[in-house]
């Protein structure tokens, strides 16, 4: 039997450093787990097109479109701001989600409970916060044509184009249906169907759909009142489903609900392989935070609970998924921080080293 494969893109920034401590952690599976993966790594981002030219190699495009899961931890940086847009870093990680097909991008919002104090909102409005969003993620507004920046008569005008058929409609609210029967059987749609024609279209699939799936709530929500509610009292939402743009918005804004992006994972699903599991790719929410790359501040722990979605979703290895994560939220339980979970001064921050050394701990701990 062949282990399955796992292709990291560590990518610039802090990409590298938090994905250092996840090859410990798949390590650690396979010194005491006995789970072990057939691991390859190569380039995707500004790193990429320092060597290449390109954000994304057609030998690392190929690559991904074969293994059983793609890990890749951040891209851009300033020092590629001046690139055409055709070049820049962001484009390999839009290039591995359309030519993958991974349409249905999970995002998970979860309060741990050491850390209820960090987020801008009361104790009491995000504790035990456990929220997910399900983000339409090779469609819409960031894929339609036509797009671009045009003259017209003696001036420019820059057009994108919101456009969805019914079947990329259909695919994403049925994986959000999906995770609603594991889950809490409650389902809110977001769209803007008082005044977008695609939205109409969106509401009426995704009742359509909701035909077929009894037992889950379903509702839906114009997406600005929604941005409100997740403010006001975001423990009235379980699984979220929402296009490409607003999916984007309103997944960062849940994301701070939980005190810092340092601490979020996230999972891109396409449509099942061979083996019956699905495309994907898992990434951490945070960006490539060029300003403390190198300098061991940053904190590993969304790069090593995407690692976990993987288990959970590519592996189907759920109660070690669990047991990673647990892990994770005994280490925050124990006080250990890395600098962006720190609230008051005159402590000492964990480096990045020394939050997945913790993790590791706590792994051992575990068994």
């Given at each position: ?21 996840v090859r ?22 500004g ?8 954000p ?33 870093p ?30 801008s909102?009361?104790?009491d ?83 359509e ?26 423990k ?50 945070h960006?490539?935070?060029?300003d ?11 790069c ?15 109660d ?24 008051e ?19 051992d701990?575990?068994?």
């Amino acid at each position: 039997m062949t282990n399955p494969s796992l292709l990291i893109l560590p990518g610039d920034g802090i990409g590298p450093e938090v994905m250092a401590e996840v090859r410990k952690i798949i390590d650690w599976f396979g010194a005491r787990r006995g789970i072990t993966f057939d691991v390859s790594e190569d380039l995707v981002g500004g790193c990429a097109y320092d060597k290449h030219g390109t954000p994304l190699h057609d030998d690392t495009m190929a690559r991904a479109q074969e293994v059983d899961a793609v890990l890749l931890g951040a891209v851009g940086g300033p020092k590629y701001d001046s690139l055409d847009f055709s070049v820049k870093p962001e484009r390999g990680l839009l290039r591995l989600r359309k030519e993958m097909d991974l349409f249905s991008n999970l995002r998970p919002a979860q309060c741990f409970d050491a850390l209820a104090d960090f987020s801008s909102l009361k104790k009491d409005v995000v504790a035990g916060l456990d929220i997910m969003i399900v983000r339409e993620l090779t469609s819409g507004v960031y894929f339609g044509e036509p797009r671009g920046i045009f003259e017209e008569g003696n001036e420019r005008v820059g057009i994108n184009t919101q456009r969805y058929t019914e079947s990329e409609i259909d695919r994403v609210a049925r994986s959000a249906f999906d995770l609603a029967m594991k889950r809490g059987k409650k389902l809110c749609s977001m769209e803007k169907a008082n005044v977008m024609e695609s939205g109409i279209l969106w509401r009426e699939v995704v009742t359509e759909v909701g035909k077929d799936y009894p037992e889950v709530e379903l509702s839906h929500m114009y997406a600005d009142a929604g941005a409100m509610q997740l403010t006001r009292w975001p423990k009235q939402f379980d699984v979220i489903v929402t296009d490409n743009l607003f999916g984007d918005l309103l997944s960062d804004l849940a994301a701070m609900l939980t005190g810092s992006l340092g601490m979020l994972p996230s999972a891109s699903l396409g449509a099942p392989m061979d083996n019956g599991r699905p495309k994907a790719l898992y990434e951490p929410v945070h960006g490539s935070a060029p300003d403390i790359a190198g300098q061991g501040k940053a904190n590993p722990c969304a790069c090593i609970l995407s690692f976990a979605m993987a288990l959970r979703y590519s592996f189907d290895l759920g109660d070690e998924a669990t047991r990673l994560e647990q892990a994770v939220n005994a280490v925050l339980g124990d006080g250990v921080r890395t600098a962006d979970l720190l609230n008051e001064e005159g402590i000492t921050p964990a480096t990045t080293a020394e939050m997945g050394d913790a993790v590791l701990a706590a792994l051992d701990a575990s068994l």
